[in-house]
């Protein structure tokens, strides 16, 4: 008889749910308890957990968000919140602990798996940065729901004659905005990857109306950038936004793991773009609606996939590893591996996506 604690950190994604879901129905086979423990990190600083049953997962495989809760809580900002953290262990009597999460929470759940504590790491984010796996879950529900904005926004561009940039999510790695970008046929495409050059943009999109194409879909990731020799753009950011390090922010607090919040590049480049072409140009920021709602049912598969693989892991006390999908595999890696550096666009599919450009 083991007791299992179950964790989500960082922001919330689309498949969270199943995860837990197969996180518990696995244990059962074993007859081990799984305790959902609150609000990510913090919860087990704060020893706020409760027992899920099979009453507690009833239903929630479709649901998007998560049933426990999440936050972005590191514990090892402060030593007495590791001690905490030790102690509920403890007392709770976790045997072992399911963390689910992005680099920032694997990146804790690998210091406590250095500490000695009983680990194994789930790789969620929509973002698709994580390293050792080839996808996230959550990705594929963003990537859907970025998709069909882009179609809906083609349609209005197309009548009003217009530039409509769209800001998707991806802080470090525009893994988002290129896939939906390719899938929605967007006539450029902006990453953190490739810092970018107004003047080559608006090139680009100008070659579009002189074709005689007169309208374009601009797709930008949050964490996009102008390349440094562009000093245009201290001139024209709005108030509202900070530039940081290049990266355009909406304010230059941060948060536990030291980051700030990005957002507001898609004002920036349509009032540039507007300014440059002299197109009506428009913005859509689509933020957290790439989060919500329910997950596609290749993140529902994932998601089992990884719930299962990692009770599996515990059964073989196979600790300090996350469960990763290669190929169509699901294998362990290293929580090492996992957070060791951001899993960025491939420049074979940015390639691709250049092909469309302009
Ligand atoms: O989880 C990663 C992410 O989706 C980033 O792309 C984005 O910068 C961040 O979350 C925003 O999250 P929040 O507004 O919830 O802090």
Redesign the pocket.
Known sequence: MKKIGVLTG??DCPGLNAVIRAVVKKSRQYNWDVIGIKNGWKGLINGEMELLTDYSVSGILPKGGTIIGTS?TNPFNNKEDIQRVLDNINKFGLDAIVAIG?DDTLSVAKKLYDMGVPVIGVPK???NDLSGTDYTFGFDTAVSIATEAIDRLHTTAESHHRVIVVEL???HAGWIATMAGIAGGADEILIPEVPFDLDEVCKNLKSRYDRGKKFSIVAVA?GARPKITDTSNEDNVTQSHDIEMGLITQTSEK?DFGHV??GGIGHYLAKEIEKRMNVETRVTALG?VQ?GGTPTAHDRVLATRFGVAAVELIKNNDFGKMVALQGNKIVPVKLEEAVSKTKTVDMDLYEIAKVFFG
């Open positions: 960082g922001g972005r992005g984010t929509i973002d999510m991806g802080r949050e948060d919040r990005l957290h989060r």
